[in-house]
């Protein structure tokens, strides 16, 4: 599986961004696709998750603001992003889960300007 991201840039605080990811490969139906983030000099942590069936769950830092979403036709998953603060900057990952293996995109930076 091979995942490709984008939709990265730079926004000024209160500003909006939608990030994409493309899923490629041999996909099963029965999977979980999430973003990630690592902001400079921090671990790299969860920031939304959708499975298959639509149940979605979010960091708490992030609630009310950002909301994630999937294509299933298109195996795209989004993370649109509303409201954005300065700490939201960081690279955003995106994961596919399935058959116990985890696969990772390659990344978009997402940078705030307060």
């Known amino acids: 599986v091979q995942l490709q991201a984008c939709g990265g840039g730079l926004v000024q605080a209160g500003g909006s961004l939608r990030l994409s990811c493309v899923a490629s490969g041999r996909i099963f139906s029965n999977n979980v696709m999430a973003w990630y983030r690592q902001a400079p000099g921090k671990q790299r942590e969860s920031v939304a998750t959708?499975?298959?069936?639509?149940?979605?769950n979010y960091a708490d830092s992030v609630k009310g603001r950002f909301t994630i979403s999937r294509d299933i036709a298109k195996n795209t998953v989004y993370l649109q992003m509303n409201s954005l603060k300065s700490e939201d900057t960081a690279v955003y990952y995106c994961?596919?889960?399935?058959?116990?293996?985890?696969?990772w995109g390659q990344g978009t930076l997402v940078t705030v300007s307060s």
């Open positions: 994961k596919h889960s399935q058959l116990a293996r985890d696969y």
């Open positions: 959708i499975i298959s069936g639509g149940s979605t």
